[in-house]
């Protein structure tokens, strides 16, 4: 396939993420004004707020079948949206999502099916999975994953810094002299 053709099947498969996400927003959107709606109006009806429940269990099951379905095209974009908002992406870092966390999966994945198939792998059968990579795929795997380490450790020394620096920076150079010198102890 040519460069191009990967690139426009890497769009394809983006976008199919995107909308995904977006129709799950949407579909988000709609449940939860129903679930309103019905505990507004039928609050003494828990036969029929129990379907409402069960309707939208039933849609992110939907939703969940969708991703894994699109996760086996496109892993990365699974793993790391790219639709997600600057917010949403800090969160994610935050909470240890990480590009390193990929290729530590990768790792746990190559043993794993190397474990599971070891007599086979010994007689040398091949599966065509992870647990059949090369030496050099893997030396070329570690060496992406020392890269990848050294610039997140760039990226959270910078986050360090930045937030070293916004712990001992007068905050009070901001607010307008009318709120700084006002007393707000009754708040």
Not at 62 to 68: E, G, Q, T, V, W
Not at 75 to 99: D, K, M, Q, V, Y
Request: charged share 15%; net charge negative; glycine share 4%.
């Amino acid at each position: 396939m040519l460069a191009s053709q990967l690139h426009i099947c890497d769009m394809a498969n983006h976008q199919q993420f995107q909308s995904c996400y977006h129709n799950w927003m949407a579909q988000q959107r709609l449940d939860l004004n129903e679930l309103l709606q019905a505990l507004t109006n039928f609050p003494t009806e828990p036969d029929y707020l129990q379907l409402i429940v069960k309707k939208h269990i039933n849609h992110y099951e939907y939703y969940l079948a969708a991703r894994a379905l699109l996760a086996k095209r496109d892993g990365p974009s699974f793993l790391a949206p790219t639709w997600g908002t600057t917010f949403e992406n800090s969160s994610l870092w935050i909470g240890g999502c990480r590009p390193s966390l990929i290729i530590r999966l990768v790792y746990v994945m190559c043993g794993y099916q190397q474990n599971a198939h070891l007599a086979e792998f010994l007689d040398g059968v091949t599966r065509g999975n992870l647990g059949d990579i090369s030496s050099s795929q893997l030396t070329s795997i570690d060496a992406l994953h020392a890269k990848t380490i050294k610039e997140e450790d760039k990226l959270t020394s910078t986050f360090a810094s930045l937030q070293a620096y916004n712990t001992t920076y007068n905050i009070t150079s901001y607010v307008p002299k009318v709120f700084a010198s006002a007393d707000l102890s009754h708040y």
